[in-house]
Nanobody, 129 residues
Framework: QVQLVESGGGLVQAGGSLRLSCAAS????????MGWFRQAPGKEREFVAA????????AYADPVKGRFTISRRNAKNTVYLQMNSLTPEDTAVYYC??????????????????????WGQGTQVTVSS
């Protein structure tokens, strides 16, 4: 049984930083690409970032490029999302997800939530102005 457990969310002032972590179990973590998504109240879940199985390839949504960094440590079965220069528009529940593929070379399999088979429970990030 695959489990993804996020942590690190919280309340931060605009301009601040947070680092989210997602610990995986129940599957060979290093075989799969991982992603972060977020969902704000009244909005659809949206792609934030993804990383290939090795960490050698990453992808970001335009609104977070240059501010967020996704990374992974396969020895710890953990994926991270470093978030800097946060704005109130970043307020959302953040979810990590495990892709059914190992790579992120395809647009559709990287950005679409339908290609992620397993999801965490989410962690709330609130950015105050």
């Amino acid at each position: 049984q695959v489990q993804l457990v996020e942590s690190g969310g919280g309340l931060v002032q605009a301009g601040g930083s947070l680092r989210l972590s997602c610990a995986a179990s129940g599957r060979t973590f290093s075989n799969y690409a991982m992603g972060w998504f977020r969902q704000a109240p009244g909005k659809e879940r949206e792609f934030v970032a993804a990383i290939s199985w090795s960490g050698g390839s990453t992808a970001y949504a335009d609104p977070v490029k240059g501010r967020f960094t996704i990374s992974r440590r396969n020895a710890k079965n953990t994926v991270y999302l470093q978030m800097n220069s946060l704005t109130p528009e970043d307020t959302a529940v953040y979810y990590c997800a495990m892709n059914r593929r190992s790579d992120i070379t395809s647009y559709s399999t990287t950005y679409s939530p339908t290609t992620y088979d397993y999801w965490g429970q989410g962690t709330q990030v609130t950015v105050s102005s």
